[in-house]
């Protein structure tokens, strides 16, 4: 005869039971939401923008690239971008001040524009390692003209900061959108050679106070450049002024 205690005891194994198998679906759930840094994960974070390849392309068609340098080499004037491709305000200016710039000053041949690699927000992602392999990569894109177009479209499929979501996948996406060619890029894109390059960056940014990003040097091409200071995001008039006095 089953007794009442019996009764009892079978009701509070079967209410431990569900309270288990909640506890371990819970968990389970939590961990393929998380998906623990997995390429999954970064990718439903990343805010793709629509057609980043044929924006890139309509602002930079048919102006030279030489390596880290947009524009044209006897360009009076030259303002150099310290920038780091996962920091949120330098892609602020890169799609606000500067298109403007490039399509009023550097496509008329009197401004060129060069990229300086400077780490900031990545140092809370990834690291020097991925630094390093990220710049590298736009580097590698410079080899081919392309660099400009590089940083343009990462920078429009910027993910949020501090999230690591830069892996090869990644890059790869953002090579193939910037329109290089694919195989000599993967050749070229090895960090170590380009070590010494981003090094040099990082050393001017230094010694000229540079400490954040984005920041930019302006001076004549070949000549003394200065800090550009209280400059917008998105607005080129305090750019405009400084070119005009050079000019």
């Known amino acids: 005869m089953i007794t009442k205690m019996q009764v009892v005891k079978e009701n509070k194994l079967k209410c431990l039971f569900v309270l ?5 679906l819970i968990v389970v759930v939590t961990l393929a939401a998380s998906g623990g ?4 994960r970064r990718q439903a974070v990343i805010p793709h923008e629509p ?31 310290f920038g780091d491709l996962q920091c949120e305000m330098s892609r602020q200016v890169m799609l606000g001040a500067l298109p403007f710039l490039i399509r009023h ?31 590298s990569a736009a580097l ?13 479209v990462f920078y429009r499929e910027q993910g949020p900061e501090n999230t690591g979501y830069v892996d090869e996948a990644f890059l790869n996406g953002i090579a193939a959108k910037a329109g290089v060619e694919m195989s000599q890029w993967e050749e070229d894109r090895d960090p170590v050679p380009w070590y010494g390059r981003i090094e040099a960056d990082e050393r001017l ?31 080129s008039r305090v750019f405009d002024e400084a070119i005009r006095e050079l000019l």
Do not use: C, M
């Not at 390849?53 to 971008?81: C, D, E, N």
């Not at 984005?214 to 200071?229: C, H, K, V």
């Open 20 to 24: 288990l198998s909640l506890a371990l």
């Open 51 to 81: 057609n980043a390849a044929r924006r890139a392309f309509a602002l930079l068609s048919g102006i030279p690239q030489h390596g880290s340098i947009l524009g044209y080499r006897k360009a009076p004037v030259t303002l150099q971008f």
């Open 105 to 135: 000053w550097v496509r008329s041949g009197k401004l060129r524009i060069r990229f300086r690699s400077t780490e900031t927000d990545t140092k809370r992602a990834g690291g020097v390692l991925e630094f390093r392999e990220q710049q």
């Open 37 to 40: 840094g997995s390429t999954d």
């Open 205 to 235: 940014a230094k010694t000229t106070g540079v400490i954040s990003t984005p920041s930019f040097l302006i001076g004549p091409t070949g000549g003394a450049a200065w800090p550009l200071r209280h400059f917008a995001l998105e607005d």
């Open 140 to 152: 590698a894109a410079g080899r081919q003209g392309k660099l400009w177009s590089f940083i343009d």
